[in-house]
């Protein structure tokens, strides 16, 4: 009797503990996918014509986190539609949307020759249509600086019928913003690469910014130019 109950005993102690492991291993395959990113499983949003990446394929990137730690050869996208960074772990090929928090920069690899590096910017107080943070490339860093956020917008949309069913599709592109952030702080934002359009964020030093304009024979036509000007008004001291 005595060795039925010890045998008992063990059989069960064996079962918890194997209900015990299996749990851990559920919820560590869920939540930790590599010790210094977190994020949650990304599934591509669906019901949308265009282009949602920056760059379609997958890249060579490096990724700076808040805590200062580098991690260097990862895979990765940008979605500018929903302004997440995307990473897939080659290791299952699962992909995660990465929580924007622990993310301060990154790099994206080998696009079209170059390099493209992101930073996380702090643009203030949030709004029903604008983040209080987000993802922008860096043009320029000085006192006056640029940053590109590469911004994918819906522009239309239209109903398709297919297998009898009805479809709303809405149809993106590319919509870039452009972010101007002056030594105190605050962001001027420009929509559309337009010499009057800047010229209207700066009237006190309009005159001064033209004439650079007109000595560097800028077209103001192209972010090359854009990138140009904030360049020379840095150098010329202009803010």
């Given at each position: 009797?005595?060795?039925?109950?010890?045998?008992?005993?063990?059989?069960?102690?064996?079962?918890?503990?194997?209900?015990?492991?299996?749990?851990?291993?559920?919820?560590?395959?869920?939540?930790?996918?590599?010790?210094?990113?977190?994020?949650?499983?990304?599934?591509?949003?669906?019901?949308?014509?265009?282009?949602?990446?920056?760059?379609?394929?997958?890249?060579?990137?490096?990724?700076?986190?808040?805590?200062?730690?580098?991690?260097?050869?990862?895979?990765?996208?940008?979605?500018?539609?929903?302004?997440?960074?995307?990473?897939?772990?080659?290791?299952?090929?699962?992909?995660?949307?990465?929580?924007?928090?622990?993310?301060?920069?990154f790099w994206l690899k080998g696009i079209r020759g170059a390099t493209i590096h992101f930073k996380r910017i702090n643009l203030g107080e949030q709004t029903d249509t604008h983040p209080s943070e987000i993802y922008a490339q860096i043009g320029v860093e000085e006192k006056v600086s640029l940053y590109i956020q590469r911004k994918i917008s819906v522009v239309g949309d239209e109903d398709i019928?297919?297998?009898?069913?009805?479809?709303?599709?809405?149809?993106?592109?590319?919509?870039?913003?452009?972010?101007?952030?002056?030594?105190?702080?605050?962001?001027?934002?420009?929509?559309?690469?337009?010499?009057?359009?800047?010229?209207?964020?700066?009237?006190?030093?309009?005159?001064?910014?033209?004439?650079?304009?007109?000595?560097?024979?800028?077209?103001?036509?192209?972010?090359?130019?854009?990138?140009?000007?904030?360049?020379?008004?840095?150098?010329?001291?202009?803010?």
């Amino acid at each position: 009797m005595k060795h039925y109950l010890y045998f008992l005993f063990l059989l069960i102690c064996i079962s918890i503990n194997a209900q015990t492991v299996k749990s851990t291993e559920v919820s560590e395959s869920d939540t930790l996918f590599l010790p210094k990113l977190t994020g949650q499983t990304y599934i591509e949003r669906k019901g949308y014509k265009g282009e949602q990446y920056f760059y379609d394929d997958w890249v060579d990137g490096d990724i700076l986190l808040s805590t200062g730690e580098m991690l260097h050869g990862e895979k990765l996208k940008y979605n500018g539609l929903f302004d997440e960074l995307i990473w897939v772990n080659m290791s299952n090929y699962r992909q995660f949307e990465l929580d924007k928090s622990f993310v301060a920069e990154f790099w994206l690899k080998g696009i079209r020759g170059a390099t493209i590096h992101f930073k996380r910017i702090n643009l203030g107080e949030q709004t029903d249509t604008h983040p209080s943070e987000i993802y922008a490339q860096i043009g320029v860093e000085e006192k006056v600086s640029l940053y590109i956020q590469r911004k994918i917008s819906v522009v239309g949309d239209e109903d398709i019928y297919e297998n009898g069913k009805l479809y709303n599709i809405k149809s993106i592109e590319s919509k870039p913003l452009y972010y101007i952030k002056l030594p105190s702080n605050n962001y001027l934002v420009l929509r559309r690469i337009r010499r009057n359009a800047f010229l209207k964020l700066f009237p006190e030093q309009k005159k001064t910014i033209l004439k650079l304009i007109r000595a560097g024979h800028l077209n103001f036509k192209s972010e090359a130019d854009l990138i140009k000007v904030i360049e020379l008004m840095n150098e010329k001291g202009v803010i």
